[in-house]
């Protein structure tokens, strides 16, 4: 199994990018999707997820209105298009795929774990 993530990378801050994550190896509409970000210094946090269909998303209340996921199963990619990106968005980002399902992950919950991508995010 493998979850490639992709589209990290150095903007300023009110700009904006998409993340991709791409998975192969699994049934990709058996996982419900997700991604979290790791800071320098700080843990790991949930970001948001999206349900294993799409009907249902979560997203966290310190990105709510700026992030969104989404997915699209029939190219195995969960997508998480950042907007009005801010200095404190700056962070690994990780995706991960839960068979529990639920919208709401968390560390322990995690099957597979993407590689990570660097968002930078310049004031």
């Known amino acids: 199994v493998q979850l490639q993530a992709s589209g990290g990378g150095l903007v300023q801050a009110g700009g904006s990018l998409r993340l991709s994550c791409t998975a192969s190896?699994?049934?990709?509409?058996?996982?419900?999707m997700g991604w979290f970000r790791q800071a320098p210094g700080k843990e790991r946090e949930f970001v948001g997820a999206?349900?294993?269909?799409?009907?249902?998303?979560y997203i966290a209340d310190f990105v709510k209105g700026r992030f969104t996921i989404y997915r699209d199963n029939g190219k195995n990619t969960v997508y998480l298009q950042m907007n009005s990106l801010k200095p404190e968005d700056t962070a690994v980002y990780y995706c991960?795929?839960?068979?529990?399902?639920?919208?709401?992950?968390?560390?322990?919950?995690?099957?597979?774990w993407g590689q990570g991508t660097q968002v930078t995010v310049s004031s």
């Open positions: 991960a795929g839960s068979f529990h399902g639920g919208v709401y992950m968390t560390d322990t919950g995690v099957r597979y």
């Open positions: 190896g699994l049934t990709f509409s058996d996982y419900a």
């Open positions: 999206v349900s294993r269909i799409g009907g249902m998303t």
